[in-house]
T-cell receptor
Framework: DAKTTQPNSMESNEEEPVHLPCNHS???????IHWYRQLPSQGPEYVIH???SNVNNRMASLAIAEDRKSSTLILHRATLRDAAVYYC????????????FGQGTRLTINP | NAGVTQTPKFQVLKTGQSMTLQCAQD?????MSWYRQDPGMGLRLIHY???????DQGEVPNGYNVSRSTTEDFPLRLLLAAPSQTSVYFC?????????????FGSGTQLSVL
């Protein structure tokens, strides 16, 4: 299965944009890129996903590189409630039933 | 809407004891799965099911049994608990109609095996 690489931790200030990077250099042509986040003491929750084009929803934006070997989750205006561990995951069509989580990026938001 | 409900929230076991972690969902999802999360780590898939009567192994299935007799329930059984199974366990479910159906997670069960 193709793997992802994320920084262990990042820090940002409240009301500023946050760009969370993810590298997936071995991504295959049919792998979707998913992002989940896990707030403290909670189960993960879905954030966004994409294949080739940039995607936006009410929570975040996903920018995907043209070669698809990297992507960036963008929180446009971080709040304290966005402090969480963010997971970048590839959804493998062959093993489509499995969603494999890495260690993610722990995002700290400073007031 | 209840979503995915896990019980109990906390459990302490002695080595060698057995127990069942319960997971129920009210969204009529075909797919259900169990993950464990060790301190400072990501989630690892234990077992999953794509429908009643169908289960399969994930990354770390040893020491755990599952069955799926109804769409709503997917219990996880520890037959002989070991300290290495101390972890937080999450159940998740989703529809299976499209590859990108999002996973819904429960709030977790914190298990300590002494």
């Amino acid at each position: 299965d193709a793997k992802t690489t994320q920084p262990n931790s990042m820090e940002s200030n409240e009301e500023e944009p946050v760009h969370l990077p993810c590298n997936h250099s071995t991504i295959s042509g049919t792998d979707y890129i998913h992002w989940y986040r896990q707030l403290p003491s909670q189960g993960p929750e879905y954030v966004i996903h994409g294949l080739t084009s940039n995607v936006n929803n009410r929570m975040a934006s996903l920018a995907i590189a043209e070669d698809r070997k990297s992507s960036t989750l963008i929180l446009h205006r971080a709040t304290l409630r966005d402090a969480a561990v963010y997971y970048c995951i590839l959804r493998d069509r062959k093993g489509a039933q499995k969603l494999v989580f890495g260690q993610g990026t722990r995002l700290t938001i400073n007031p | 809407n209840a979503g995915v409900t896990q019980t109990p929230k906390f459990q302490v076991l002695k080595t060698g004891q057995s127990m069942t972690l319960q997971c129920a969902q009210d969204m009529n999802h075909e797919y259900m799965s169990w993950y464990r999360q060790d301190p400072g780590m990501g989630l690892r898939l234990i077992h999953y099911s794509v429908g009643a009567g169908i289960t399969d192994q994930g990354e770390v299935p040893n020491g755990y049994n599952v069955s799926r007799s109804t769409t709503e329930d997917f219990p996880l059984r520890l037959l002989l608990a070991a300290p290495s199974q101390t972890s937080v366990y999450f159940c998740a479910s989703r529809r299976t109609g499209a590859i990108n159906e999002k996973l819904f997670f429960g709030s977790g069960t914190q298990l300590s095996v002494l």
